[in-house]
């Protein structure tokens, strides 16, 4: 701290310590000014207190950077903040087929659920009434199912689950549990702890600034294959995802209940291997089934092919694809399940073009089964 400009009758030190007294001013103000519970705030304001009194008589530490980042952290939360759903379904349906072809059970579901919801806030079931605050309580699975998307890399499923808060108007966020080898990377760390921080769900809710967001757990199967800490995993998935239990979640270093029943989350894993029964039992697995060639073709010529050469400021006044192309870049080597492998196919022929385009061919180019050599590598697929 810079004391050269202090005044001459007073000593450093006490210009220390009134810069130090109004940096708790400030933490208070903050805390006060938050919409943080009251329990929270009062816990939080007796340690500024004490840090306070530290303060007074000369004892200030580096505590009060642990205490600033506290209070920084638990004031960023979207405590009592919801996003407002879009209940229309039609808007919903319409949106989800102009992302995704097919998927129609998951669709289904998705707007089975925009029901309900359109529903009860027909009936003013989320009223603030007795029931209905005793419904949130205990939690209920009709507020916020969790679902569990099931299939093979590249089949949409993190794709749809942006879509599905695309339609619904909320928020989104990805927490991906690939190789975690810490169930504090989920409930955080103690804040008495070195590099103590909240854990990736309450860091979500700050990404999104919504207590109500679509969240997306990504590879959920993936986590430690440590025995020991694969069950700490799975124990604390169970209470995030178990409406019964997540009105009352707790992380480590906010330490007071953050209410997770408005959530939206939606899991993903590729196979079921590692997942506790018990964490099974409070989702709805949804199976994502391999894309048949017909499929893969719609999705190509509708889906793909646009983005792409949007992404590239091309369009299809550029170039043209003949069908009989097409087989040769959906099957690169053998079956494919996913569309993954057809992107980066559709994506590398359409720069090959691009650069021709640049260098003064004539537009439109024609991809012909003749010539598809020359924009698709041999030994990237579809003719290895």
Aim: glycine share 6%; aromatic share 6%; with cysteine.
């Amino acid at each position: 701290m810079d004391l050269t400009n202090a005044p001459k009758n007073i000593p450093s030190d006490d210009v220390a310590q009134k810069s130090i007294l109004a940096e708790v001013v400030e933490l208070q103000n903050k805390l006060s000014n938050s919409n943080a519970p009251i329990e929270l705030k009062e816990d939080a304001m007796r340690t500024i207190e004490r840090l306070e009194r530290m303060a007074k008589w000369g004892n200030y530490s580096s505590e009060f950077e642990s205490v600033d980042k506290y209070v920084d952290w638990i004031t960023r939360i979207p405590w009592g903040a919801l996003s407002e759903d879009n209940l229309d379904i039609n808007n919903a349906k319409q949106l989800m087929d102009s992302t995704h072809y097919g998927m129609d059970t998951i669709k289904n579901l998705i707007l089975d659920y925009l029901a309900v919801m359109q529903l009860q806030k027909m009936t003013g079931r989320n009223s603030s009434n007795i029931e209905s605050n005793m419904a949130n309580l205990r939690g209920s699975s009709a507020n916020a199912p969790v679902l569990l998307f099931l299939g093979l890399q590249g089949v949409g499923k993190t794709s749809i689950a942006k879509s599905i808060a695309q339609s619904m108007g909320r928020k989104f966020a990805r927490v991906s549990l690939g190789a975690i080898g810490d169930v504090r990377t989920l409930r955080g760390t103690p804040r008495h702890e070195i590099d103590a921080e909240p854990g990736q769900i309450v860091k979500a809710l700050i990404r999104t600034q919504s207590m109500n967001p679509v969240i997306l757990i990504d590879e959920i199967e993936k986590a430690s294959g440590n025995a020991g800490l694969l069950n700490d995993v799975m124990a604390a998935l169970l209470e995030i995802l178990d409406p019964e239990q997540n009105a009352t979640f707790v992380d480590h270093y906010v330490d007071h209940p953050v209410d997770l029943s408005q959530v939206f989350f939606i899991c993903t894993a590729n196979n079921l291997g590692g997942l506790s029964a018990a964490l099974l039992d409070r989702v709805e697995i949804i199976r994502f089934t391999s894309y048949s060639d017909e499929e893969k073709e719609v999705i190509a010529k509708q889906y793909i092919l646009p983005k792409v050469l949007k992404n590239m400021g091309l369009t299809q006044e550029h170039i043209q694809i003949q069908d009989s192309v097409w087989p040769l870049l959906i099957r690169p080597v053998g079956f494919d399940a996913g569309i993954r492998q057809l992107e980066r196919n559709i994506a590398t022929l359409t720069r090959s073009a691009a650069r021709q385009i640049v260098g003064g061919h004539p537009t439109p180019i024609s991809i012909t089964p003749e010539n598809v050599k020359e924009y698709v590598l041999p030994d990237q697929g579809p003719l290895s």
